[in-house]
């Protein structure tokens, strides 16, 4: 019997903690932005 290979492992799919955490900003100002307009749209 011949020896089998063994499989590379695969890297995670792992975003950059730096991305990541620049993704979550943007994310929290666009939020935030549309609560605005939809608070200046209700006269609040």
Do not use: Y
């Not at 799919?13 to 200046?40: C, V, W, Y």
């Amino acid at each position: 019997m011949s020896k089998k290979k063994r499989r590379k492992r695969k890297p995670t799919a792992q975003p950059n903690r730096m991305e990541g955490f620049a993704a979550d900003i943007l994310t929290g100002i666009i939020s935030g932005l549309i609560t605005a307009a939809i608070l200046k749209l209700l006269d609040w």
